[in-house]
């Protein structure tokens, strides 16, 4: 069991950074630095709080947050060869346990 998180971990952190692509090098630097002095969340530590992460998005970003968290899903989908289907009243949160029960 210890192994499939450990994948899903790996996974996701490579979501994560393939996602952040969008800002510039320095916005990223930027947002671990804040990610990790505001909220106490290291890079190392994002796949193994999820959920902290978005809050912590949310918080820095606001309604912008939305637009990271989608392409997050969107690579993690793609990466697991999964479709991706936007659904109105899913969290990030439901996203991410649809992704583990379809592994």
């Known amino acids: 069991m210890q192994e499939a998180e450990t994948d ?7 979501a994560v950074d393939e996602s ?3 800002l510039p090098e320095s916005g990223r630097e930027m947002l671990f630095f804040h990610l990790e002095r505001s ?3 290291k890079k190392r530590d994002i ?13 820095i970003f ?6 990271l968290e989608k392409l997050i899903v969107q690579n993690m989908y ?3 060869g999964l479709e991706y289907q936007e659904r109105k009243d899913y ?7 649809r992704v583990i029960t379809q592994k």
Do not use: R
């Open 47 to 59: 796949p193994k709080k999820p959920e902290n992460f978005i809050d912590a998005l949310e918080q």
């Open 39 to 41: 909220f106490s969340i």
């Open 91 to 97: 969290t990030f949160t439901d996203y991410l346990k």
């Open 62 to 67: 606001g309604a912008g947050a939305q637009v």
């Open 78 to 80: 793609s990466k697991l």
């Open 20 to 22: 952040l692509t969008v």
């Open 8 to 14: 899903f971990e790996k996974l996701f952190m490579k």
